[in-house]
């Protein structure tokens, strides 16, 4: 169970507004954040990551306290068990797939990088550098990447929204498969209602900064 209650004031392009979110995540479940650009999924994202820090609540997942601003706890970024995918990939460069996908591994494990690069379809590139791929193929290695430290949590900000449609159809596919088979609770941030429609369990709707809307993504998506 993941647990958090986060408030903090943001300078929006309209002036400032206070986001303030609380909620609570199951085990495994696939939650979509839906809303219009400036309303705070990115800054819930990096809060969860520890990459910002709110001013006031709680962030615990599975029992380990990340964030307590009562008890004056603030794990740090490389202490939170979280794997974070970003719109634009962002793999190392100067390391070849097999490396950028071992890189977060907990205990090494070449044979299951191996696996991972199978099971995306990338084994016969394993010594070549990110540059040589396609930006499907390279935001799979950075969801492979992610998920090979088989994190607590698993982060998504806009995956797919630099990829041409087709290439993005497909990579939910799989998105969707390897979080059927990995079990790992996971957070993404999309503009799609595709997205919301094909992935979620619950969809989290953002309005500056607030809770608009949360439910299945039919009730959410079709009565807002
Ligand atoms: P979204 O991802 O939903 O488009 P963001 O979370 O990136 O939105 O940003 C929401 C708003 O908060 C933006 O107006 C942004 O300028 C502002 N913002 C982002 N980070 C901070 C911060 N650290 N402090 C204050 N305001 C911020
Ligand atoms: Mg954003």
Same mark, same amino acid.
Do not use: C
């Given at each position: 169970?993941?647990?958090?209650?986060?408030?903090?004031?943001?300078?929006?392009a309209?002036?400032?507004?206070?986001l303030?979110?609380?909620?609570?995540?199951?085990?495994?479940?696939?939650?979509? &954040? #839906?809303?219009?650009?400036?309303?705070?999924?990115?800054? =819930? !994202? $990096?809060? +969860? /990551?520890?990459?910002?820090?709110?001013?006031?609540?709680?962030?615990?997942?599975?029992?380990?306290?990340?964030?307590d601003?009562?008890?004056?706890?603030?794990?740090?970024?490389?202490?939170?068990?979280?794997?974070?995918?970003?719109?634009?990939?962002?793999?190392?460069?100067?390391?070849?797939?097999?490396?950028?996908?071992?890189?977060?591994?907990?205990k090494?494990?070449?044979?299951?990088?191996?696996?991972?690069?199978?099971?995306?379809?990338?084994?016969?590139?394993?010594?070549?550098?990110?540059s &040589? #791929?396609?930006?499907?193929?390279?935001?799979?290695?950075? =969801? !492979? $990447?992610? +998920? /090979?430290?088989?994190?607590k949590?698993?982060?998504?900000?806009?995956?797919?929204?630099?990829?041409?449609?087709?290439?993005?159809?497909?990579?939910?596919?799989?998105?969707?498969?390897?979080q059927?088979?990995?079990?790992?609770?996971?957070?993404?941030?999309?503009?799609?209602?595709?997205?919301?429609?094909?992935l979620?369990?619950?969809?989290?709707?953002?309005?500056?900064?607030?809770?608009?809307?949360?439910?299945?993504?039919?009730?959410?998506?079709?009565?807002?």
């Amino acid at each position: 169970m993941i647990r958090f209650s986060l408030k903090k004031k943001l300078y929006g392009a309209q002036g400032d507004f206070l986001l303030e979110l609380e909620f609570e995540i199951e085990e495994n479940e696939f939650i979509v &954040v #839906l809303g219009p650009s400036g309303s705070g999924k990115t800054t =819930l !994202l $990096r809060m +969860l /990551a520890g990459l910002e820090k709110p001013e006031e609540g709680y962030i615990e997942v599975k029992g380990e306290v990340w964030y307590d601003s009562k008890r004056g706890i603030n794990l740090p970024l490389q202490k939170r068990d979280v794997g974070f995918v970003f719109q634009d990939y962002a793999l190392f460069p100067n390391m070849s797939l097999f490396e950028n996908i071992a890189f977060g591994m907990k205990k090494k494990d070449p044979q299951r990088v191996m696996e991972l690069l199978k099971l995306a379809g990338l084994k016969q590139l394993k010594d070549k550098k990110p540059s &040589v #791929l396609s930006g499907g193929q390279k935001q799979r290695v950075a =969801l !492979l $990447r992610a +998920l /090979a430290r088989e994190p607590k949590l698993l982060l998504l900000d806009e995956p797919l929204s630099a990829l041409d449609p087709e290439t993005a159809i497909i990579l939910r596919e799989e998105i969707k498969k390897f979080q059927r088979s990995f079990n790992i609770p996971t957070i993404m941030v999309s503009h799609s209602r595709q997205d919301a429609l094909s992935l979620a369990g619950r969809v989290l709707l953002l309005s500056e900064g607030k809770i608009k809307s949360v439910g299945k993504p039919k009730d959410v998506l079709y009565s807002s």
